[in-house]
């Protein structure tokens, strides 16, 4: 048996030379082993003895050089350098990933949403009475491929009484939830919105942004402000308020238009919220 | 007994090789993302900062400028124009991987400073530099005037800058410059002003010319009312000579405020 084995070995090895992709021809090698055995096999159980079985498979098998020569046509090995080459591709991308993450640090610090209106005071006293409305606007509006909607809006009115005058006194804001949206995840956070948004009230008063009050020297306390507070993959989200909004207001509407985009989104004061 | 070989049937070689390339491919883009999506080049990189800024036009560079590093990268100041309507200054860093990409991390770090186009045909405004008011504490700072007379191969600019009179500067005099700058680039000119020696650090004209650049940033401008005097920005003269030497325009305009 161990002879048979290495007049077989012996052929495929020199048939499986003619392979030009060298890392090719020990698959070829087992595949043409494990024929050869079986044929044998075959022909032991039909009788035949050890010497006759080896000597007629490899009288099957035919000349070893025209048997490779016929399989180094059928193994390119230009496919097999292609595969090679894929492989190390593969390697060597995985290896820079390695080297990029362990250089930026990974830093994902500023993904996620945080809870909105945190810290924000909610209760009221003796002294002061809070009143404060949660509102889900259905409004969106496209610029710049960016999609912009108001998740949740919280309109907030503060009444106290001056002790000197004993006069009742209020105070009402809107803080908002302002989400931008864009398909490409290197679109980054529109940050230009925060110099320009401006806000309209049903009354005709104007809400100017911080950048456009002192462009315009205008320190009156109306105005539209915030900060960006998170991002997710194709979201950016920012916290922004409306101040010292006219108690009179039935709509308040957020506005840009700068350098031909613009988009508007309007909360609506009177719709029935959720009170807090 | 006859042996059975029940071997998987291999995935053949071509389906194999997609696979690697996809698989490269993936590997290559979360790499990509990871870096922080850079740019290719700083015009690429100029475009997103618009998209960012949320303005639909986007800005023909005219001029290219080195800056110092930052961190070990190179550096870009651009000088960008929107048509009539608008001018600008965009820095921004090559700070991608193996430093090949700009502005990366979503532009984190880069800097945009947009400004009305004047009406009154040159546009001045004074570069807040990059990094920001890192480029000229030291060295020079850059004023831009951004310019429609094509025929000019030189132009002159002179200011005075007159601190306002609650800075309560013991010197506070007005201080007059003039510069000069050859055309390097189709419209705009670039000044050089070099700013005061160490020595002078502490003088009234060291505190305005900070201020000066910072007239084109959206988030600095309230500062402007109580530094210079009348509260508005400094005026400017441009005069423009052509090729021989001859004055063809003169123009007066203010320093451009941030477009907001």
């Known amino acids: 048996m161990k002879s048979n084995r290495l007049a077989f070995q012996s052929w495929c090895s020199r048939a499986a030379a003619h392979i030009r992709f060298k890392a090719d021809r020990p698959d070829v090698e087992q595949e043409l082993l494990e024929h050869m055995e079986d044929h044998f096999d ?172 002192v462009s315009h020297s205008d320190y009156e306390e109306r105005e539209v402000c915030g900060n960006p507070v998170g991002r997710t993959l194709l979201r950016y989200r920012f916290q922004m308020w409306i101040s010292t909004l006219d108690p009179d207001a039935e709509w308040v509407e957020l506005r840009y238009g700068r350098m031909g985009c613009s988009f508007a989104l309007r909360i609506d004061l009177t719709e029935g919220g959720d009170a807090a | 007994m006859k042996r059975i070989h029940v071997k998987p049937k291999p995935l053949p070689r071509i389906a194999r090789i997609a696979l690697c390339v996809l698989a490269a491919a993936v590997l290559l883009f979360v790499v990509y993302a990871v870096s922080g999506y850079p740019a290719f080049s700083p015009e690429q990189a100029l475009r997103r900062a618009e998209r960012r800024a949320l303005i639909s036009m986007h800005g023909e560079v005219l001029a290219c400028e080195p800056q110092m590093l930052y961190n070990g990268n190179a550096t870009r100041l651009l000088a960008v124009e929107y048509g009539d309507v608008a001018a600008g200054f965009y820095g921004v860093s090559q700070n991608g991987p193996l430093r090949l990409g700009w502005g990366a991390g979503s532009g984190s770090g880069d800097s945009l400073y947009l400004f009305p186009k004047s009406a009154d045909g040159v546009t001045v405004a004074a570069c807040p530099g990059y990094p920001r008011y890192m480029g000229f504490p030291e060295e020079t700072l850059v004023i831009a005037a951004f310019d429609d007379v094509p025929e000019a191969v030189r132009a002159e600019l002179s200011f005075t800058l007159a601190p306002s009179a609650s800075l309560g500067y013991p010197d506070a005099a007005p201080i007059s410059y003039a510069l000069s700058a050859e055309r390097e680039h189709e419209g705009v000119f670039l000044f050089s002003l070099a700013t005061p020696e160490e020595a002078d650090k502490q003088s009234s004209a060291n505190y305005l010319l900070e201020p000066l650049a910072e007239c084109v940033d959206p988030w600095s401008a309230q500062i402007i009312p109580g530094t210079f005097a009348d509260g508005a920005p400094p005026v400017a003269t441009v005069v423009f000579y052509d090729a021989s030497g001859n004055a063809v325009a003169t123009i007066e305009t203010a320093f451009a405020r941030a477009l907001v």
């Open chain 1, 42 to 213: 075959a022909l032991v159980q039909e009788g035949l003895t050890a010497q006759e079985a080896e000597r007629q498979t490899l009288a099957a098998m035919g000349d070893a050089d025209e048997t490779g020569a016929a399989l180094a046509k059928v193994h390119k090995p230009y496919l097999g350098w292609l595969y090679v080459a894929a492989k190390w591709l593969v390697a060597l991308s995985a290896v820079l990933l390695l080297m990029v993450s362990c250089s930026t640090g990974m830093d994902f610090s500023g993904y996620g949403f945080p809870e909105p209106f945190q810290g924000l005071a909610t209760e009221s006293d003796e002294t002061y009475r809070r009143e404060i409305t949660y509102l889900y606007p259905n409004c969106t509006d496209k610029c710049n491929g960016y999609t912009f909607s108001l998740p949740v809006v919280t309109h907030r009115r503060g009444t106290w009484v001056e002790k000197q005058e004993n006069m009742p006194q209020t105070y009402e804001a809107v803080y908002f939830v302002l989400e931008a949206a864009h398909p490409l995840p290197w679109a980054g956070s529109p940050d230009g919105l925060r110099e320009s948004i401006y806000a309209v009230d049903s009354e005709g008063n104007l809400y100017p942004s911080r950048c456009q009050k």
